[in-house]
């Protein structure tokens, strides 16, 4: 677990400075980009774990202890982000004892719930989990249909150039992130099953957390911002199905 969080919380977030730093990007998509790093790890990383049969408790305490850090690194990163890309006179103030309500508000407390509820209500839980399979996507899917509508104001064909110019590096950062949590875990010699949950884990972050600190009048209030992780909500379950396959695939070539 301290690996993966150190990958995570560290090694990630001075990725996604580097891949700001040279893309070449208007200073709000830069910001984008080191807004997504900030995000912890969410539902879709427990799932994607369990589909390929990883380390899903790992995974589940990685996402649980991670959100309660970001209430500290997300204003901390963004903030550096913020100071990195947005010239002096431009600066976006990033409302620090408000984002750390609203963070714990959106990660923590719904995490805290769903321990309880799973621990103390277990049949409950039960019950839930199945329609949840189906509303928790269609709120993600509400999310990024907001969020899109809320980044196109303005000219459609610029807009959309913003997209494809986004895109590459919004994939760069993603593969780079499942890339840095497999290898740390190889490296370290850890089975399959972490090598999976570490490239998960570090890989794909909450796009739908994202795209609300940068879109909501709560935090940054700065739809434009949101690009970055738009593109990247739409790519990563797939990307992160295929490097996972890869590595299943790898194991057995090698066994």
Do not use: H
Not at 37 to 47: F, V
Not at 165 to 175: G, S
């Amino acid at each position: 677990m301290i690996l993966g969080l150190i990958c995570q919380m560290i090694l990630l977030p001075l990725l996604a400075f580097f891949i700001a730093s040279v893309s070449g990007l208007p200073p709000e998509l830069k910001t984008g980009i080191i807004i997504i790093a900030a995000s912890p790890g969410g539902a879709t990383s427990n799932l994607i774990t369990y589909l390929l049969r990883g380390n899903v408790a790992l995974s589940i305490s990685m996402t649980a202890v991670n959100s309660i850090m970001t209430l500290v690194s997300v204003p901390l990163i963004i903030y550096l982000g913020l100071q990195a890309f947005m010239g002096e006179g431009e600066v976006i103030r990033l409302p620090v004892l408000n984002t750390i309500l609203n963070v714990f508000l959106v990660t923590v407390l719904p995490t805290s719930l769903g321990v309880f509820t799973k621990y103390r209500f277990p049949i409950v839980a039960r019950k839930l989990e199945k329609p949840g399979r189906y509303i928790l996507p269609s709120i993600y899917a509400v999310i990024f249909l907001i969020a899109m509508l809320g980044t196109r104001r303005g000219d459609p064909m610029m807009v959309s150039a913003l997209y494809m110019k986004t895109a590459p590096y919004a994939f760069i950062l993603n593969i780079l992130g499942m890339l840095a949590g497999y290898g740390a875990a190889k490296w370290l010699r850890y089975g399959r099953k972490t090598q999976i949950t570490l490239s998960v884990e570090v890989g794909i972050q909450n796009s739908a957390l994202a795209i609300t600190i940068a879109s909501s009048a709560l935090f940054l209030n700065e739809p434009m911002m949101a690009i970055p992780a738009v593109i990247y909500g739409f790519f990563t379950f797939f990307s992160a199905i295929a490097f996972g396959l890869i590595i299943n695939r790898s194991s057995r070539i090698n066994i």
